[in-house]
């Protein structure tokens, strides 16, 4: 297969977390015999640094044009400390997922059994832990209108949704459920807000369309009390915009580190995988952070286009490094190893899975086969 990817790397530890990612396709295509072209552009800060726009047109036209995007992170303290800057990075990314039509935002959540003991949360509470959150991604209050008042003194925002938007993730949410374990779980908060109501009514009806998966209803407040005391309860999640936002980041303390949770957005023509993590700006440049999440994007990447094995061997790579603690610190506290290492050893994995031992003690001592 031939893909064309844009690559999106954005700011902060962006650029070296998808130059693991990118290495694992590289991989896989030398592997597989797939050919792969990477077509890099600006977004978020450094786009704005350089443009003056978090999303310049050419970024955006280059993603519209290719098969799929690998997106890094984006933010800068100089934003991030400055909110009433007019231009700023998530800007970029809230119009990137609006233009590309990317409405459904896939979060997987998995508690490594390699990991357990690694978590903040106990091991009998997190044990078995397998999620997929479904969170709507264009729509809702992130999206809806806003208003300040002349004086400063009054805000507003508008959490809008239309049957359309719900049915079509709720579609997808459910189809997802019939090939995991046929469970689907609606958060909302529909004893408050009238859109909650609408999604609450028009997601039991297309229940009847899904005899096999078993659907019920639970309060944002009580799902985020849920996923700290049983997450393990959960299979997959349907929320909207905001509620998934605070949600899945809630989610990702379980597997006990953040820089192991994946992502992909799609649409109905286009799709973007990136970790969901942020741009991390103090770890810039040290070799620190964790690339397994931009890794496993990439093998979200492959399962998007049928590539399934392709996608698995990733997934065992990651799994074998979690397994012989070939980490980065947030992980490994004793014996890290950088960003690059990480890369190298589930890169090399992927050429030589059957050469696990030898290639763990040459990314110890520097000598990846593919450094």
Not at 16 to 36: C, N, P, R, S, Y
Not at 88 to 99: A, H, V
Not at 124 to 139: A, N, Q
Not at 141 to 159: N, T
Request: charge should be negative.
């Amino acid at each position: 297969m031939k893909l064309d990817i844009a690559v999106l790397s954005g700011d902060g530890i962006g650029p070296e977390v998808t130059a693991q990612a990118i290495k694992a396709l590289e991989a896989i295509g030398h592997a597989f015999d797939h050919t792969f072209i990477f077509k890099e552009a600006l977004v978020g800060a450094t786009a704005i640094d350089k443009t003056g726009d978090p999303l310049p047109e050419e970024t955006l036209q280059l993603c519209v044009d290719t098969d799929a995007v690998l997106f890094g992170a984006i933010g800068d303290p100089k934003y991030d400390n400055d909110p009433s800057a007019p231009v700023r990075p998530e800007q970029g990314l809230l119009k990137l997922r609006k233009e590309l039509g990317l409405y459904a935002n896939i979060r997987p959540v998995k508690a490594y059994p390699t990991q357990l003991d690694k978590s903040p949360l106990k091991r009998e509470i997190i044990e078995g832990t397998d999620i997929s959150i479904y969170r709507e991604l264009t729509g809702g209050i992130y999206f809806g209108k806003k208003h300040l008042s002349e004086d400063g003194e009054l805000a507003s925002d508008l959490c809008e949704y239309s049957r359309a938007e719900i049915e079509r993730i709720a579609h997808q949410a459910f189809k997802a459920a019939e090939k995991r374990r046929n469970k689907l779980t609606l958060v909302d908060k529909a004893n408050v807000l009238e859109s909650s109501r609408l999604w609450r009514k028009v997601v039991k009806e297309i229940a009847y369309e899904y005899p096999e998966v078993a659907l019920d209803f639970l309060f944002v407040d009580n799902a985020a009390m849920q996923m700290i005391l049983n997450p393990s309860q959960f299979d997959v999640i349907l929320t909207e915009n905001m509620f998934g936002d605070i949600i899945s980041d809630e989610a990702s303390v379980i597997g006990g580190s953040i820089g192991l949770l994946a992502s992909a957005s799609v649409g109905d023509t286009c799709c973007m995988f990136e970790p969901i993590h942020g741009s991390y700006p103090q770890a810039t440049g040290k070799g620190i952070a964790n690339p397994i999440a931009a890794i496993l994007s990439a093998s979200m990447l492959l399962e998007h286009f049928d590539l399934l094995e392709e996608a698995n061997l990733i997934n065992s790579a990651v799994e074998k490094a979690l397994e012989l603690n070939v980490t980065t610190p947030d992980i490994n506290t004793i014996n890290p190893l950088t960003t690059e290492k990480v890369g190298d050893f589930i890169a090399d994995y992927i050429l030589n899975p059957k050469d696990t031992n030898l290639n763990f003690e040459n990314i110890h001592i520097g000598q990846s086969t593919i450094i």
